[in-house]
């Protein structure tokens, strides 16, 4: 079973830019889509970003062409870089990768971002 590992979350200010990583221990190529989700204590796993397996993508609506998800069938990772970040934009950043064979659906532990203003 794939494991995926986040990293490249931080402290930055308001404006400044992160770049998350999502490596996965196997290959990524059989993955039906690779997503980016966000999640706030006390609220719900908000969609961020997705490209599916032909890079295709698609954002969150809050998105608003800050951020751009990309990924590397080489290094079997998938990447979002986040600019001009907003406070609002604090939250616990989670990979999902999205498959049509069991288990369908596998998380990474998670990695924070936070935003200062």
């Known amino acids: 079973q794939v494991q995926l590992v986040e990293s490249g979350g931080g402290l930055v200010q308001a404006g400044g830019s992160l770049r998350l990583s999502c490596a996965a221990s196997?290959?990524?190529?059989?993955?039906?889509?690779l997503v980016w989700y966000r999640q706030v204590p006390g609220k719900q796993r908000d969609f961020v970003a997705a490209?599916?397996?032909?890079?295709?993508?698609n954002y969150g609506d809050f998105v608003m062409g800050r951020f751009t998800i990309s990924k590397d069938d080489a290094k079997n990772t998938v990447n979002l870089q986040m600019n001009s970040l907003k406070p609002k934009d604090t939250a616990v950043y989670y990979c999902n990768a999205k498959t049509s064979y069991y288990p369908y659906s596998t998380w990474g532990q998670g990695t924070q971002v936070t935003v200062s203003s």
């Open positions: 196997g290959s990524i190529l059989n993955m039906n889509a």
């Open positions: 490209i599916t397996s032909s890079g295709i993508t």
